[in-house]
């Protein structure tokens, strides 16, 4: 078995390194502290490193959880549930949550939950009604819309008869 070497960074390095990780796109806190770690800093030097990112406004839960709802919910279609399920893996606090879905605009949300609704509608025409209506919500609940969302947008049987 090879011993692998690791590159040794100094604490200058790891500042640039971080920076450059940090510029890339935003960052929370737990991603950064894993990539300290990645680094190979450990104890004291983590945590100043993990402190130099925090002051030096690098690394911002608050502007991450709002970049986040934005970007899976315009870009992937995700609802509320998943966003929330998605930022409390990362270790955000409720109340950056919150900010973050906060950016979500009512009415686009509405016209996004109708939108794969009917998509779906498309897709499962020849199926008996009660299984098209639980297609329906079926995927509206694993793209993280409420079941609210999901019994609304259903299409009930005069839709079904059209």
Sequence with gaps: MAWETRKQF?????KSAL???CAYQER???EVETKIAALGFRGEAAEVLLLEA???DWVNDERYARAYAR???RALGWG???ILYGLRSKGISSACIDLGLQ??????YEEKALAVAARVWEDVRKLPVFQQKRKVEQVLYQRGFESEWAARTAPGKEEAND
């Excluded at 100094?10 to 790891?14: K, N």
């Design 54 to 56: 925090l002051q030096s």
């Design 71 to 73: 970007g899976k919910f």
């Design 103 to 108: 950016e979500i605009d009512p009415q686009e």
């Design 19 to 21: 920076e450059r990780y």
């Design 28 to 30: 929370c806190q737990k």
């Design 80 to 82: 509320k549930g998943k």
């Design 10 to 14: 100094t604490l200058e390095d790891g």
